[in-house]
């Protein structure tokens, strides 16, 4: 019985491990690192080809079936979490003000995060749209300082991929 706890245990355990590490994998292939892909891809499927291996040696054993399933989940959780708190990539601010789109504008550049203004119309009227392309790192930090000047604002945030050119401060 405790050699079956044990191997359900390290077969969730790898599983955690090789979806975190796929989840990561993943996002790092859309910011397009792919060497860096490529060596968390090998690592990721080394792990995987062991705890699949494990099962399948063991097919009459249900809680290591489980086992998988669970580790698969919580890798999942897991992963997204980790690249949560690395914060890795660019984001695309889009924000909308009515009422104060030049205050919005001179905190971001005070805090020297370049923004580009547009005039825009919305279903209520003359609109702003400020642009704002930044670290994810520093997406709630601006988040918040924006909702501070204006707690209407309307903000859509999208993953980005610089090319060139503009104004990105790297370090806050």
Partial sequence: MVETILYALMIMGLRIIDVSLGT?????????????????????VTIWVIAISTVMSHLNNFINIFAYSGGFALGT???????????SGFV????????????????????K???????????????TVLMVLISR????????LVEKIDPNVFISV?????????YIQMRK
């Fill in 77 to 87: 959780i897991i992963g997204i979490s980790i690249e949560q708190k690395l914060g």
């Fill in 24 to 44: 990561i994998r993943t996002i790092t292939t859309v910011h397009g690192n792919k060497y860096r892909a490529g060596l968390i891809g090998f690592f990721e």
């Fill in 113 to 127: 995060i370049g923004v580009t203004m547009m005039p825009g119309e919305g279903a209520s009227g003359g609109v």
């Fill in 137 to 144: 790192k520093r997406q709630k930090e601006v988040m918040n």
């Fill in 92 to 111: 695309s601010l889009y924000i909308i003000s009515m009422n104060y789109p030049d205050d919005i504008a001179m905190a971001l550049r005070e805090n």
């Fill in 158 to 166: 999208q993953t980005a991929i610089p090319h060139r050119g503009g």
